[in-house]
């Protein structure tokens, strides 16, 4: 197995939906400000930044192991190592790498289920994930992120129109994307017309939901999400 060179080079950008999408009223003290920007770099090919995030979560995970907000960003950098592995052609370290990624990821959840902090890093990471890999392993990766997703709709969807257009746009499109791939044709025909509802027409958001609908087939990747991440606010 591998990660595909369209994952290595928007793994940051999904990931950034955690710094834009949480619920309003989250706090000023938010613990992706202390990690995410080393963790962004190494996304992007600085591996010292990406060592850097590793060993600040890591040593935060030795005071506290309970951390779920550490871990799960921890769990992304393995994660990602893992993606660098198979490109290297060593499978079994990117095994070993995938499986402790993961593994940290759902443990994270299972601490803290209802904490953006910690749900949309995963959701982000593995809906992301599972647009690039065989239908028999990106299987499970979906169900787990459509699950992140919808755990911050639950939480946000009395004040979506609160939100600004990014983070609006990628939980909605993120919710309706993984509908459309898993056959939920109805459930995601549901998010793809709020989508036109809540978010601008020119948006591309409005654009990919106006393309879904016209088809009612799953989306390119570059139309499914990640539009901006870095930029929009």
């Given at each position: ?82 993606g660098q592995a198979f490109r290297t052609g060593d499978q079994a370290k990117g095994m070993e790498l995938y499986g402790k990624g993961i593994g940290m ?39 787990d992120g459509l699950s992140d997703f919808l755990t911050i709709y639950d939480q946000q969807k009395g004040n979506l129109a609160e939100l600004g257009e ?50 009612k087939e799953p989306l390119p990747a570059r139309q499914a999400g990640c539009f901006g991440c870095h930029t929009a606010k």
């Open positions: 197995m591998r990660l595909t060179n369209h994952l290595l080079l928007t793994f940051a950008a999904t990931v950034a939906l955690s710094t834009m999408a949480l619920p309003m009223g989250y706090g000023a003290e938010r613990f992706d400000h202390l990690v995410r920007n080393d963790f962004f770099a190494g996304f992007q090919g600085d591996q010292a930044a990406l060592n850097r995030g590793l060993e600040k979560t890591a040593a935060i995970l030795a005071q506290n192991p309970q951390h779920a907000e550490a871990m799960v960003w921890h769990g992304t950098g393995l994660f990602y190592q893992s990821m759902k443990q994270a959840v299972a601490l803290d289920p209802r904490n953006p902090g910690v749900r949309i890093p995963r959701g982000s990471v593995l809906l992301s994930a599972a647009r690039s890999m065989p239908p028999q392993m990106a299987e499970a990766l979906r169900a990014h983070p609006r746009g990628e939980l909605l499109l993120g919710i309706a994307d993984s509908y459309s791939r898993m056959g939920e044709t109805q459930k995601a025909e549901e998010f793809f017309l709020m989508i036109q509802k809540l978010l601008p027409e020119k948006s591309p958001y409005a654009k990919s939901a106006a393309l879904w609908l016209e088809k």
